[in-house]
């Protein structure tokens, strides 16, 4: 490492003011600032500085997300010899789902961080960090047979759409990740939602064995077949909780992404408030639906409830964003609480898209600034009770 910062110590001069590749200055900076802690501190309005920069707390997030990208090539796999009949050894799986998942990883990273160069030089800035993150995030919220143009589109539109219009990287009101989710959900239905498109292959319908669905437990909930949430069946609790059953890439299993929170939380990263807040706001919501049961939805496990669609992927990496979630202490609560309420709500209640988790993270989104705004005065007000004045 030492003759690596030698070297760029030595060719820096070439991309500073007045060097021959002067206008590559923040391409050379951000390579920089990835490699090795800048020396220097920010000169104004920061106050209260951090033993560690975005960056490496960035590459600790992708961390996090390893389990739930590891499984999901492994699951790509499973699910797609599941599908056509095929008993094959373990590595076989991985390499397919690797071949599957990596170029959605890759166009995601490519398409991303070229629009984030692109507009650091034209303003002159540095390249921000946050799409170390979202780089990740967005291709483990889709499904693995989604072709990698409506990728790089839904990609672009979520970094100028979602976060450059607002000023980059901590400006943005809404998770870019979920941006491009809903894009895709929006713009093209049919590739975003349906039967075919959670199990590799199945779209082609090749070699699919008779009688096998491909729809995610949510969906077979939606339409009556409750019958598959039954102990030893497909959907039961253990398969939920572990994940191998179809979905999108990351979220199926409930177990990796706990691994993944467990690194956030010893981290110091994620906040546990708004994880525990969702998962409670998620469980009492599913609890009295699970009472009333009007509908088959209605009627899953309140605690399956947490493990299956993006819930518990939303509530650990989604919802817990520093830049678009509440920030004070007791807002988190609230968000995190309101989160999981709306969550399950949009599940039960809407039968053409049973996965509200997007939806209800978005919306909180929203909202998140008005929470903060009302507790702050909260404070302000029981503060200024406090005051005697002396006449």
Not at 94 to 99: P, Q
Not at 272 to 284: D, E, R
Not at 303 to 316: E, P, S
Request: aromatic share 12%; glycine share 12%; proline share 4%.
């Amino acid at each position: 490492m030492k003759a690596l910062r030698q070297y760029l110590d030595k060719i820096k001069p070439n991309f500073e003011k007045g060097g021959k590749f002067e206008k590559l200055h923040s391409s050379f900076d951000a390579f920089e600032t990835l490699l090795f802690v800048p020396k220097t501190t920010s000169k104004n309005g920061v106050h209260i500085h951090d033993a560690i920069d975005s960056k490496r707390t960035m590459a600790v997030v992708v961390l996090a997300l390893i389990p739930a990208l590891l499984f999901g090539i492994w699951n790509t796999g499973y699910q797609h010899f599941l599908a056509t009949g095929q008993a094959i050894d373990f590595w076989p799986m991985v390499g397919y789902g690797a071949l599957k998942v990596l170029p959605i990883v890759v166009v995601s990273y490519v398409v991303g961080l070229g629009i984030e160069f692109m507009f650091a030089q034209l303003r002159g800035h540095e390249v921000a960090e946050g799409f170390l993150v979202s780089g990740m995030l967005i291709p483990l919220v889709l499904p693995a047979d989604v072709p990698l143009w409506m990728v790089a589109v839904a990609t672009a539109f979520s970094v100028i759409i979602g976060k450059e219009v607002f000023g980059g990287t901590g400006m943005n009101i809404w998770n870019p990740a979920l941006i491009a989710r809903a894009f895709l959900f929006f713009a093209y239905p049919s590739k975003m939602s349906g039967d075919l498109i959670w199990v590799s292959g199945m779209s082609s319908g090749e070699g699919i064995v008779d009688g096998y669905s491909g729809a995610t437990a949510l969906g077979n909930a939606a339409i009556g077949k409750m019958d598959l949430f039954a102990d030893g069946k497909a959907f039961d609790l253990w398969n939920s909780f572990i994940g191998t059953i179809p979905g999108s890439i990351g979220e199926t299993s409930t177990l990796a992404i706990l691994i993944g929170a467990i690194v956030l939380l010893a981290t110091g990263i994620g906040s546990w408030k708004i994880m525990l807040s969702v998962f409670a706001g998620g469980f009492l919501m599913a609890l009295g639906f699970n009472a009333i049961g009007a509908n088959e939805l209605m009627s899953v496990d309140p605690l399956q409830q947490l493990c299956l669609g993006g819930f518990a992927f939303g509530a650990v990496f989604m919802a817990t964003d520093p830049v678009s979630g509440a920030r004070t202490e007791k807002g988190k609560f609230i968000y995190g609480f309101l989160v999981g309420v709306f969550a399950i709500m949009i599940r039960v209640f809407n039968p053409a898209y049973p996965e509200g988790v997007m939806l209800a993270i978005l919306l909180m989104n929203t909202f998140a600034p008005l929470i903060d705004h009302l507790i702050v005065q909260q404070n302000i007000k029981r503060r200024l009770k406090r005051v005697k004045v002396n006449a």
